[in-house]
């Protein structure tokens, strides 16, 4: 699903993002990625959605190489990744349904055939009795599951998490981890950025640690 191959990043002034990653994440896997603040989490994110362009190296999302992809099919790669974000990004003055139904709506669907994607995807994140409702109605991790639900509507292959549980208490963050990996059992590949080494080692997933942007650890926690 993703594969690195020698990637660096240099941002303008020389700044290192990452510095000869390498590594692979199969379809179906779900991982932790970790490191200290500025070990390059996001900078790698980035580069998978191609929000950021690579200095060095090779990219492949999903089978396809990002340095020789077209940018007409750019929004078919994205439409593909399901993102989360720490701060959930929602729109307050809109309901939980349209929140959720957004993505929908910009892959050109109508609202009559949302309904059924978006009730199940909140039906996955347990927040289906809560769709008429605005944001600011929604407890922090509520507002951090509609975000998750927003993340899976399109029903995408995988799944990037940005320090998804950034602002939740451990047992909201347990709870998180908890829905993605049931996204993943049902299928998606996940990626979960997050400095949270306790939370990270609960889960006993396979972690990819960076630091100072190198790849320096690779671990699969039973
Ligand atoms: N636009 C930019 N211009 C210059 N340097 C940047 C830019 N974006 C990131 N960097 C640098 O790249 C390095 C990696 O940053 P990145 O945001 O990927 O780290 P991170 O691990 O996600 O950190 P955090 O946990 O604090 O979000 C840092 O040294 C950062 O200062």
Known sequence: MIRFDGVSKRYPGGHIGLEQVSFHLSRGEIA???????????????LIMLLERSSAGQIWVGGHNLRTLRNSRIPYLRRNIGVVFQDHQLLFDRTVFDNVALPLLIAGYSPGDCAGRVRAAL???GLLSKEKLFPVALSGGEQQRVGLAR?????????????????????????????????NQVG???LIASHDLALVARMRHRILTL???R?????EVR
């Open 32 to 46: 932790f990625l970790t490191g200290h603040s500025g070990a390059g989490k996001s900078t790698l994110m980035k």
């Open 123 to 125: 039906d996955m994140v």
């Open 151 to 183: 993340a899976v509507v399109n029903r995408p292959a995988l799944i990037l998490a940005d320090e998804p549980t950034g602002n939740l208490d451990p047992q909201l963050s347990t709870e998180i981890m908890k829905l993605f990996e049931s996204f």
């Open 188 to 190: 998606v590949t996940v």
């Open 211 to 213: 630091d100072h942007g």
């Open 215 to 219: 790849l320096v650890a690779d671990q």
